[in-house]
């Protein structure tokens, strides 16, 4: 049985940092790509980043680019997200996902997620 779980997800003021970490169990990790995606209320699912599993190379959802991070620890099964320079935009839940399928950006290319975490960005 696949599962994924996020972490890390709080409260946070505007300008400041997050680190989500997305832990998998249940597949050979080293040989899915993994992606985080986000909703906020009354909007639908949005891409954020992904990771390739076997070349590493990493792309990003314009509105996170050069603030995101995302980074995977084969040894350890997990993937994260380290959030820089936060905004309110950013505020959503969070999920990760794993997937075989060739694609990054499209939801339906990934075959697994996990249940979300919430990132709230406020004063």
């Known amino acids: 049985q696949v599962q994924l779980v996020e972490s890390g997800g709080e409260l946070v003021q505007p300008g400041g940092s997050l680190r989500l970490s997305c832990a998998a169990s249940?597949?050979?990790?080293?040989?899915?790509?993994m992606g985080w995606f986000r909703q906020a209320p009354g909007k639908e699912r949005e891409f954020v980043a992904a990771?390739?599993?076997?070349?590493?190379?990493?792309s990003y959802a314009d509105s996170v680019k050069g603030r995101f991070t995302i980074s995977r620890d084969n040894t350890k099964n997990t993937v994260y997200l380290q959030m820089n320079s936060l905004n309110v935009e950013d505020t959503a839940v969070y999920y990760c996902?794993?997937?075989?399928?060739?694609?990054?950006?499209?939801?339906?290319?990934?075959?697994?997620w996990g249940q979300g975490t919430q990132v709230t960005v406020s004063s």
């Open positions: 996902a794993a997937g075989s399928a060739y694609d990054l950006f499209a939801a339906v290319a990934y075959d697994y």
């Open positions: 249940g597949l050979t990790f080293s040989r899915y790509k």
């Open positions: 990771i390739r599993w076997n070349t590493g190379s990493a």
